[in-house]
């Protein structure tokens, strides 16, 4: 998950599964500047995890797997190739020859390994250390008692094996994620905490210069492995600018790409504006917007009260006021995920049906709750709208409107009856079902503490997601994704969440930028696959 | 605009506030000043009898189909807002929040500032430092941190934004007020009612006070329109009143973005916040006018 | 003079503690977790537990206040939880920024607001006066975003005359000082009004007058420096205002000042950042309010310094 800030701006994933064709060379050259609000942290990736740094990340280090640009179709990056053991429990990388990190020296298996041990280290305080739970030896790392993952080791320069203790169907994204990362021991070394600011990879661009709180300039790496990569010399960010204003600067031809999007306040504007439409791109996003039910909070921990908490809801008419950038959501997962059910129709709205089922919960008079929200527009707004549907069905929710910081604690702790997630929702990490399982609706993340909000422990179905996967053998694949599909509609049963919409993503950018839609919309680097967008102006 | 009507030689002293109020009415800017503010209280305190609607319904027409707000129009003459409600009727209602923070927040805030800078600047010595080190040490205090604070510890309310608000808008006024007061006391005709034998509680309420009223007034009116706002910032962050009960500043506060798209979401609850301010500003200065003891017998 | 300073920096000494202890206990008083905001979703409760120990967060409060107390001494300030920069520099990078957009303004305040004043004082009662007022309270009322976006839009989109945001030159500083400027000038305008009429009232204005001295040297010689005291209490509220306070400014000129900083860290319950932009940002009003002390004097020499 990363933390869009806006929630009205976040975005993504691919309605195309079509890997765009990069046959057609451009010329390398030009440069793009990008604009955030929000200040960048840092660039280390085994901490990086928000919103502005995790493409920037993607564009200064390589991982072991990578997607194909503008899909979520998995391939080899680092790795030249791949096998996997029958078992499905040891993964063996054969590396590319003569990758050179951009301090000149070339990575190496012994490289991938100290990546690997570094992240898990707990001294790192990684946020994605988590994901690397199914290596071997993770748990003595996460305890204290090693320093070195035992099931990681170099078979030669050029070739690190992976053991695992459980099949893990997911693990080939989890390589492919930010904090899998291969960094260099001497930089990380001579930097220590402050790697994030000095970063060493060997990505498509460098890091050329960083004015804290106002500018970074990304340099394109000469000696990139890759040939013909990245496409532009140069990209600058310059962070602390109002969305509002950037898309004033865009308009001027000052900016390429508002990193933010486009602000809400002047999305119809800008989209009903004949010069600017054209620039627009629109896409899907691995993103769902929910309402979280505590199970445990009477009268919540009544399954009939929740189902007509979720035939009460009028999704239509919330994704109205978000001006028409969402899709209206029946199931967790969202749409371009695998194993989302198409034919499922869910809860559909229903004042009268939404009453008699509360009537039949011996509530026909309606209860009093709470609703907690992140307090940054649109959320407010959305929550109000759930408030006055509530309130059609007989049920008070009482609206807290807090620091986001305020309502993560309070869903943690679980005094938060309901929680509207905007805001602070998932954002898969990577385009597998399992991502929207664990940690928000599985046992372990309901514990204390946890990021499962509503709470919701079914040990039936914990175990069926253990089994599903534990289906590592790609034959299997449509197999292992019902598994998943039955698991997200046993779930709808006891209607723990109300899905309420899948966020569109809008990308606007400059007239120079050029490159096939998809990169402007790509799933995992969000706004923009900073790596093969081109600038038309030196074609 | 006072000069001409305060009179020369008052030959007889019926009682007090009844003068005051008498020559109050003869001000037309005081008038108009008390008539503002009535019409508000009046809205608030009948908001029920004089909205035209509920300030939280959500009308299905109160949108465009694409979701945008309607511009002032005949059904809702105040246009409606980003939920489809109608401004109007949550400009009435918010009223009530506004007059608490505005009025009552803001006029003990400016009174113990007033309080503090005169005890400070009057007396110096370790009282005026203490109680002037205390006003630096708030003027530093995070505001929003105690907000956050106690949001998440109390149930959101009106009453805890009035109070924060009543504890930290204090320290500016002490420090002017300080200032001035310092500097008043070390007057020639302070130091001769000295000599004289009056006493410390009358000096300062003869001589000092009525010399600070128009300092007062300034603060106590602009602060009006800060303090509605400020209300807006700190119920952001969860202590204040929360959605969807409307003020005059969350509704500028929320909608500010929108000023190009939807300027009548925040150019109408601006004016409704500047004529307030203004109003309380008219009687204030009146008000000065007629107590002030160095205009008495003097027309100039 | 000397000592009266002397004892000024010893209190100062206090406030800073008593400020630094006040911001430790509301911070311990949160209920937020900053180990859960850094550990990420996916972290089990050891993970959790283990940053929670690397911090100090477990320890009792005295014991972390103690910590932070020992390393401040040693000007250590920490390391932001969730930027991973030392508070010291990203407050350093900051700083510059901050102090310069104050300075403009200020200018911008005093200029608009004195003249304004000034203006009003002299024509009291006539329609100028009036407008002024308005135009005080409209100031005073705006909101900060739609002046600066309409001043931005104007002057530096249609115009060109500025840049759209941005820092480094004095083109860029104008419009976010501008903007500040309007905000900020109703208060000088309607004290500058205040403080002239009763200054003018003052029996040595009359005096001066009397001797046959021309009005514009009465004006500037006598009343005008006698009605800027209060001006000055008000420029060291300004300055504490300034320091860490500007947020919404700082974001539609992408100033990149101290405010934005803070305002993200108290959202987050970044703990050294809050603490850090505290300490900063009552040193400043600490020293503003003590020049503001020191002007006093040089201006009404009848005040003594005690």
């Known amino acids: 998950m990363r933390n869009a800030l806006l929630a009205g701006v976040a975005a993504a994933a691919l309605l195309t599964a079509i890997a765009p064709s990069f046959a057609q060379e451009e010329k390398q050259g030009g440069s793009m500047i990008v604009t955030y609000k929000d200040d960048v942290s840092t660039l280390d990736p085994a901490i990086g995890y928000d919103w502005q740094n995790w493409s920037m990340i993607k564009s200064l280090f390589d991982g072991l797997m990578d997607y194909e640009p503008g899909t979520s179709t998995l391939k080899p990056d680092l790795a030249e190739s791949y096998t996997i053991s029958p078992d499905g429990l040891t993964y063996t990388f054969v590396l590319h020859k003569g990758v050179k990190f951009h301090n000149g020296r070339e990575m190496t298996a012994e490289d991938v390994k100290y990546s690997l041990d570094r992240v898990t280290n707990p001294v790192t305080q990684s946020p994605g250390a988590g994901f690397f739970g199914s290596i071997d030896g993770f748990a003595a790392m996460a305890d204290g008692t090693a320093t070195s993952l035992s099931g990681v080791t170099v078979v030669d320069p050029y070739t690190v094996q992976i053991k695992l203790s459980r099949p893990d169907a997911t693990f080939l994204h989890v390589v492919a994620l930010n904090f899998a990362s291969v960094v260099p021991k001497e930089a990380v070394d001579e930097f220590g905490a402050d790697f994030g600011k000095h970063p060493v990879g060997t990505g498509a661009f460098s890091l050329a210069e960083w004015t804290l709180g106002q500018k970074l300039v990304f340099k394109r790496n000469p000696d990139y492995w890759k040939p013909g990569v990245p496409k532009l010399d140069e990209i600058d960010f310059e962070v602390g600018q109002d969305p509002t204003v950037a898309l004033l600067r865009l308009q001027k031809g000052e900016v390429d790409i508002p990193g933010d999007g486009i602000p809400p306040a002047q999305f119809l504007q800008v989209k009903d504006d004949p010069t600017y439409a054209p620039l ?184 069926k997601a253990t089994a599903a996967d534990s289906i590592t053998d790609p034959a299997k694949k449509t197999e292992r994704e019902q598994a998943w599909r039955d698991i997200y509609l046993a779930i709808m049963d006891d209607a723990p969440w109300v899905p309420v919409f899948n966020e569109q993503r809008f990308t606007i950018r400059s007239e120079n930028m050029g490159g096939p839609d998809a990169l402007f919309v790509d799933p995992v680097h969000v706004p923009v696959n900073y790596d093969y967008v081109f600038a038309k102006n030196v074609q | 605009m006072s000069e001409l009507i305060a009179p020369s030689a008052a030959p007889r002293r019926p009682t007090r506030a009844g003068t005051v109020i008498r020559r109050l009415l003869r001000r037309p800017l005081a008038v108009t000043g008390l008539v503002i503010i009535a019409i508000v209280v009046i809205a608030a305190v009948f908001a029920p009898w004089v909205a035209p609607y509920d300030p939280g319904e959500q009308f299905f027409d109160g949108l465009t189909l694409e979701g945008a707000p309607l511009p002032p129009n005949g059904a809702f003459l105040f246009g409606t807002d980003l939920l489809g409600r109608d401004l109007l009727s949550r400009l009435i209602f918010g009223a009530q929040t506004s007059l608490v923070i505005g009025v009552v927040a803001n006029g003990i805030a400016v009174f113990i500032g007033a309080l503090v800078g005169i005890v400070a600047g009057y007396f110096r010595g370790w009282i005026g430092t203490i109680l002037m080190r205390f006003t630096d040490l708030m003027m530093s205090f995070p505001a929003l941190l105690l907000a956050i604070v106690l949001a998440a510890i109390f149930k959101p309310s009106l009453w805890i934004v009035a109070m924060v608000i009543a504890m930290v808008n204090w320290v500016q006024v002490a420090r002017v007020i300080y200032t001035e007061t310092r500097s008043l006391a070390e007057r020639d005709f302070i130091e001769a009612e000295r000599s004289l034998g009056a006493s410390s509680a009358r000096i300062l309420w003869s001589h000092i006070l009525p010399h600070l009223v128009s300092t007062i007034v300034v603060w106590a009116t602009l602060g009006i329109s800060t303090t509605v706002l400020l209300e807006a910032t700190l119920s952001f962050l969860g202590i204040g009143v929360q959605p969807p009960t409307a003020s005059w500043g969350n509704i500028i506060f929320e909608n500010q973005t929108y000023f190009a798209s939807a300027p009548w979401l925040v150019f109408i609850p601006g004016a409704a916040i500047i004529l307030l301010a203004l109003a309380f500003n008219f009687l204030g200065d009146a008000l000065r006018d007629i107590l002030d003891p160095t205009q008495q017998g003097r027309s100039a | 003079m000397t000592a009266y300073i002397a004892r000024r920096f010893g209190q100062a000494l206090l406030i800073l503690v008593g400020i630094s202890l006040v911001t430790f206990v509301l911070l311990y008083l949160v209920p937020a977790d900053p180990a859960r905001q850094i550990a990420g979703r996916s972290a089990t409760a050891e993970t959790v537990e283990n940053i929670r120990n690397q911090l100090g967060l477990n320890l009792p409060f005295y014991e972390q206040y103690g910590r932070y107390v020992a390393a401040l001494a040693r ?139 021309k009005g514009w040297k009465v004006l500037f010689g006598h009343a005008v420096p006698n009605a800027i005291l209060p001006i000055i209490a008000m420029i060291g509220i300004d300055i504490g205002m300034f320091m860490s306070g500007i947020v919404v400014v700082e974001a539609v000129f992408g100033w990149p000042g101290i405010g934005q900083l803070a305002w993200q860290a108290i959202q987050r319950i970044d703990i050294p950042i809050i603490m850090g932009v505290t300490l900063v940002s009552a040193c400043a009003i600490v020293i503003g309010n003590l020049v503001a002390d020191l002007v006093a004097p040089l201006i009404d020499p009848r005040i003594k310094l005690r």
């Open chain 1, 280 to 463: 627009i791109i629109e896409g899907g996003q691995l993103q769902t917007g929910y309402i979280t039910l505590n199970v445990h909070t009477p009268p919540l921990d009544n399954v009939d009260v929740r189902k007509a908490i979720n035939m009460a809801i009028n999704k239509d008419r919330i994704v109205q006021i978000v001006n028409g950038r969402a899709i209206v959501a029946n199931q967790p997962l969202p749409p371009s995920m695998p194993g989302y059910a198409p034919d499922y129709k869910g809860y559909v709205y229903d004042v009268e049906g939404a009453k008699a089922l509360l009537a039949k919960a011996g509530l026909p008079d309606g209860f009093t709750t709470e609703l907690y929200v992140y307090n940054t527009d649109p959320n407010p707004r959305i929550a109000q709208a759930i408030q006055q549907d509530l309130s059609a069905i007989g049920i008070t929710a009482e609206i807290k409107s807090l620091a986001q910081a305020n309502v993560i604690e309070a869903g943690g702790n679980g005094s938060a009856p309901m929680i509207w997630s905007g805001g602070m929702g998932w954002i898969a990490d990577f385009p597998d079902p399992s991502n929207f399982y664990g940690p928000i609706l599985g046992c372990a993340g309901a514990a204390e503490g946890g990021w499962n909000w509503s709470k919701y422990c079914n040990e039936d179905l914990d175990a």
């Open chain 3, 75 to 213: 000007g250590d300030l920490g390391r932001s939880y969730l930027q991973k920069t030392q508070v010291s520099e990203l407050i350093a990078s900051r700083l510059p920024a901050s102090l310069l957009l104050m300075a403009g303004a200020i200018v911008c305040e005093l200029l608009i607001g004195l003249t304004m004043g000034l203006v009003a004082a002299l024509r009291r009662g006539t329609w100028v006066d009036s407008s002024l007022m308005v135009v005080s309270f409209v100031g005073v009322s705006a909101p900060q975003f739609v002046i600066g976006i309409l001043l931005l839009y104007v002057f530096a989109v249609q115009l060109g005359w500025f840049p759209i945001g941005g820092y480094g030159t004095f083109r860029h500083l104008v419009l976010p000082a501008l903007t500040l400027g309007i905000l900020g000038s109703g208060w000088y305008a309607r004290m500058m009004r205040s403080s002239m009429l009763d200054v003018l009232r003052q029996d040595y204005i009359r005096t001066a007058h009397a001797k046959g001295l």
